[in-house]
């Protein structure tokens, strides 16, 4: 009953076409603090669905995602109607101490959010603190002495301020840039339709932008909720943080992403603009370096009265590469790994064949800033189905990331061959990477009823080097292996080389060492290659020769392995091998 009377007496004051961001008030002491909560769904919350690392990620599923974030200017929406539900009968005139701590991802479908308002006690306008945690367990008191994901104070008065007139300010060393939305939408900004407001920049320089943003409509935003009424414009504050990001991407796919997590004030001095306006943005940089960008944002009608205008708004500079931002904006268009055209160009005449290469992200880069980047990844390659084996999936975070790494370069190289080889265009989803008994790795999907026959697969990792190869060999399949040189201690020499073939390595006027890698790696290439994995004894596998300058191995098989294989008796097993630094790769067809 006493829940009951709660829900009736702030029923009129947070209907959800009013707040609807806010949820279920579990607790109101009238003007003094609320408590409430709201799940977050992204089949509900369809604007969550464009707001995702990632643009699209699959031809075949138009309904699967990248990894869904709730955007800092949704955030704010939220802290924005705790306070009017909690005080009432106010404008919104400003928000300041904005704070954001982590991001808030949908690594499952919903997310359970807590949000707590309390009045300040002020002679000056009313002051609402809010907060937003997490709220698996909202029976968990200590829930209130974690630290909040986003907080913020609300101030509200009786009438908006007078609106200022905005002082334009001319660009310094202008740069000639003049585009519209196409050049920011993937190129530069991951954001889906719905968010994508900016629509031109008229001027660019090294400390800031001019330039319009279109006032979106909030139509599509809620699968249930055709008409929000929003307390701020979540979509126009969102654009104009995001002028920063365009800013910062003087060219794109530059390898810098940029995120807010603290905004200093935020003044609104009229209601929020109609659907379809066109309003000015002025972006001046504070300052900017590697890590971070401080800006303040005017947002001006044609008449130059001022709408909004924000003050030390501050991103965080995440380098994320420029392979990783380039596959993330564009994900069906590009790939992780690089194409390694210099077997492709050895072994033309072996078939039909696509190589590539995912070289070392810096250290302790998937581990960071709360392993986002880990998330974002598994988020662009993996299906639903591989997703839940993903999460579920035990062992150290090196086996981990092994086995995400090796996927991400499989389905990328099966990608490259079907685009090459069969007009084929894929998004990493839609190739799907399996075991077989053995262990072997194979792709299947629905667009194998089109090819036919899917091309045999091969990857191989050293450390975070990952490289895969994809094709269809006459008698068995195809076979790549990797290796640091580093890694060749005196036991795995002694097992595996002759000494005929010591002596080969050491007549080479070259690295000993790196001729004996190139050996072992065509060897368990030609291992790959034959489906087996090294079952018998690698030093019947021998080196009986080299070209150095084609960098091609032959060798022959003997013992068992032709007792278990007799096609090998007396064939020529060709191999050709790369080398840098302490890397050697070697790739064979059979």
């Not at 603090?33 to 599923?61: C, M, N, P, V, W």
């Not at 998330?375 to 086995?403: C, D, P, S, T």
Request: aromatic share 8%; with cysteine.
């Amino acid at each position: 009953p006493k829940k009951q009377a709660l829900q009736e007496e702030t029923r009129e004051s947070v209907m959800p076409h009013v707040f609807p961001l806010l949820g279920e008030i579990l607790e109101l002491k009238s003007g003094e603090s609320l408590l409430a909560k709201r799940e977050f769904d992204t089949d509900e919350d369809l604007y969550l669905q464009h707001h995702t690392l990632g643009t699209q990620i699959s031809t075949l599923d138009s309904e699967l995602k990248a990894l869904a974030l709730i955007p800092l200017t949704v955030s704010l929406e939220i802290l924005a109607e705790a306070a009017l539900a909690l005080v009432g009968n106010k404008f919104l005139i400003g928000m300041k101490d904005i704070v954001a701590t982590k991001w808030i991802a949908f690594e499952e479908k919903k997310v359970v959010l807590q949000i707590s308002a309390k009045r300040r006690i002020t002679s000056e306008a009313v002051e609402v603190d809010v907060e937003i945690r997490i709220a698996n367990d909202l029976q968990d008191h200590m829930n209130a002495f974690r630290a909040p994901l986003v907080r913020g104070t609300m101030i509200l008065g009786d009438a908006y301020p007078a609106q200022p007139k905005a002082i334009p300010h001319s660009v310094k060393k202008e740069l000639d840039y003049n585009f519209c939305s196409n050049e920011v939408y993937p190129k530069r900004l991951f954001h889906g339709s719905i968010f994508q407001t900016v629509d031109s920049v008229t001027h660019w320089g090294e400390n800031g932008l001019q330039g319009m943003l279109k006032v979106a409509s909030a139509e599509g935003m809620f699968r249930s909720n055709p008409a929000p009424q929003f307390v701020t414009d979540p979509v126009l504050l969102d654009a104009m943080g995001q002028v920063i990001g365009v800013w910062a991407a003087k060219e794109p796919w530059n390898g810098s992403i940029l995120f807010p997590f603290h905004v200093q004030a935020i003044h609104f001095f009229a209601p929020n603009p109609p659907t379809g306006e066109k309003v000015k943005f002025e972006l001046d940089i504070m300052s900017a370096n590697e890590t971070r960008v401080v800006a303040n944002i005017d947002l001006a009608r044609k008449d130059n009265t001022i709408l909004v205008r924000i003050e030390g708004w501050e991103d965080r500079n995440f380098y994320i590469t420029k392979p990783l931002h380039r596959f993330f904006l564009q994900p069906i268009e590009n790939t992780l790994s690089s194409a390694f055209s210099v077997f492709e160009e050895k072994m033309s005449e072996k078939g039909k064949l696509a190589f590539c290469m995912l070289e070392k992200f810096p250290d302790d880069f998937f581990q960071s800033h709360h392993r986002i980047w880990e998330k974002m990844l598994a988020y662009l390659i993996f299906n639903r189905q591989e997703r839940q084996e993903w999460h579920a999936m035990g062992g150290n975070e090196k086996v981990r990331m092994q086995h995400l790494l090796g996927r991400a370069a499989a389905k990328d190289v099966v990608r490259l061959y079907l685009g090459m080889h069969h007009g084929l265009k894929l998004g990493p989803a839609d190739i799907i990477i399996e075991n077989d008994s053995k262990g072997k790795p194979y792709a299947t999907g629905t667009w194998i009823d089109t090819v036919g026959v899917a091309p045999d697969l091969s990857i191989s990792h050293t450390g975070m080097v990952v490289v895969a190869a994809a094709g269809r060999g006459v008698d068995r399949g195809i076979g790549i292996d990797v290796e640091d040189s580093n890694n060749l201690n005196d036991d795995l020499l002694a097992g595996a080389f002759v000494d005929e073939e010591r002596r080969l390595a050491a007549s080479i006027n070259a690295n000993t060492l790196e001729w004996l890698t190139r050996f072992w790696c065509a060897k368990e290439a030609f291992c790959k290659a034959l489906g087996s994995g090294m079952t018998c004894s690698p030093k019947d596998i021998v080196v009986k020769g080299l070209n150095d300058k084609t960098e091609k191995v032959i060798m022959e098989a003997r013992q068992n392995w032709t007792k278990e294989f007799p096609f090998l008796e007396g064939k020529k097993i060709e191999a050709y091998t790369f080398a840098q630094g302490n890397i050697a790769i070697a790739a064979c067809v059979l």
